[in-house]
């Protein structure tokens, strides 16, 4: 039976909030309540992405959320007691025009001052990396070996179930229907199932999060964008080290999913919306040209494909903060495409907001909210 009064109240059951959920009951809040109102955890923008993991991003604070984040993964079923089938794969972005190469060239410059060994690559170098790929237009590549790839399902599940275990209570079927401010401050979320007394709220609700917040009276400039992604049947001749390869200009990338390819291409001409059909002339299009990329692909059958949603912030960096008004209402969205591997690390600042006041693991005062208004942006180049 859903309570009557929590200390604080998650809303939304992806990665983001089940990570929260967690590491609150881990600091001893285990009087938290999260609801996900559909009927299994993780079934939204967290079980429909790629899987990817990686620290090569264009600004610093995108790559120490991922130098915090991808060492919990590393820890994870130690800690946790949950497979996420990790693997190395490595991520290798192809450039093919000038200005890209030395936009890169000072990403890594950046990356490696802050402890991360991405190099840049002659296109013989990435050839010999990834042999079956198409690459005489190629002029550079930007690779890191310690990038790759992890379960989405298996986090999700692994951080719901720990966070349960220490007394967290997870809910599935029940939205949130409203948000009581009283005061300047939160007071309480109503559901489908009755209202829950609480003075804090955690919008982790993804695309949706723009919408939970207006029940709040706040302003989230979040908005979802459609994603697609396709799954081939087995090929012949795939290496079992394929790297994630991503064709950095078209906004193409391809990685080993069992024996077949998983690629996917972002559509420059998709519009904002809630729209999770698959648009099959984007399919066509995609598949026409993953095939041009990677030649292997003409002779694959099409397994499955899916469309999901990104959130996407104007600047493609999430909001991660502790408003002031309401008191007692918290983000942790817009990921803009990255959300699933910074998840770990997000749901501990989460927690520090609630218990401390203030992030203790990282400086997040660029994440605020406030800065669009400010425009005081931070913005994010490797966004695929």
């Known amino acids: 039976m859903l309570p009557r009064v929590a200390e604080v109240v998650i809303v939304g059951g992806g990665v983001m909030g089940v990570s929260a959920a967690y590491h609150l009951a881990r600091r001893g809040c285990s009087d938290v309540?999260?609801?996900?109102?559909?009927?299994?955890?993780?079934?939204e923008a967290t079980g429909k992405c790629a899987g990817g993991i990686r620290y090569q991003f264009s600004t610093e604070i995108n790559v120490r959320l991922s130098l915090l984040s991808l060492p919990m993964l590393d820890r994870f079923e130690e800690e946790i007691g949950q497979a996420i089938d990790l693997r190395r794969t490595g991520y290798l972005f192809l450039l093919d025009n000038e200005a890209d190469v030395a936009t890169f060239r000072r990403n890594v410059a950046m990356q490696n001052?802050?402890?991360?060994?991405?190099?840049?690559?002659?296109?013989?170098?990435a050839q010999a990396l990834a042999p079956l790929v198409q690459m005489e237009d190629i002029l550079a590549a930007a690779w890191h070996a310690g990038d790759g790839l992890a379960d989405p399902n298996?986090?999700?599940?692994?951080?719901?179930?720990?966070?349960r275990r220490l007394g967290a209570q997870l809910f599935t079927g029940v939205e949130a229907t409203g948000i009581r401010v009283e005061g300047g401050r939160v007071t309480a979320v109503e559901t489908t199932q009755g209202t829950i007394a609480t003075p804090f709220v955690v919008?982790?609700?993804?695309?949706?999060?723009g919408q939970v917040a207006a029940m709040a009276g706040v302003d989230l400039?979040?908005?979802p964008l459609r994603r697609q992604i396709v799954v081939t049947t087995p090929l012949r001749g795939l290496p079992a080290d394929f790297p994630f390869v991503i064709d950095f200009s078209r906004a193409l990338y391809f990685h080993r999913e069992g024996e077949g390819i998983l690629t996917g291409q972002s559509n420059p001409h998709e519009q904002p919306g809630f729209d999770q059909s698959v648009d099959h002339r984007w399919t066509e299009q995609h598949l026409e040209l993953a095939a041009w990329r990677l030649p292997l692909l003409a002779h694959a059958g099409l397994l499955r494909e899916w469309a999901g949603l990104y959130e996407v912030t104007p600047d493609a960096h999430p909001v991660i903060d502790r408003l002031a008004e309401p008191e007692g209402f918290v983000v942790v969205a817009g990921f803009s495409g990255h959300g699933?591997?910074?998840?770990?690390?997000?749901?501990?600042?989460?927690?520090?907001?609630?218990?401390?006041g203030q992030a203790r693991s990282l400086d997040i005062h660029q994440l605020r909210l406030s800065r669009f208004a400010e425009g005081d942006l931070v913005r994010e180049h490797n966004v695929v």
């Open 33 to 43: 309540v999260l609801l996900e109102r559909n009927p299994f955890l993780g079934m």
């Open 113 to 125: 001052r802050l402890g991360v060994p991405t190099q840049i690559l002659t296109r013989e170098e």
């Open 154 to 163: 298996g986090v999700v599940q692994g951080y719901a179930a720990a966070a």
């Open 203 to 209: 919008d982790a609700a993804g695309p949706w999060a």
């Open 221 to 223: 400039p979040i908005v």
């Open 340 to 356: 699933f591997m910074h998840g770990p690390v997000a749901g501990l600042l989460a927690s520090e907001l609630i218990l401390d």
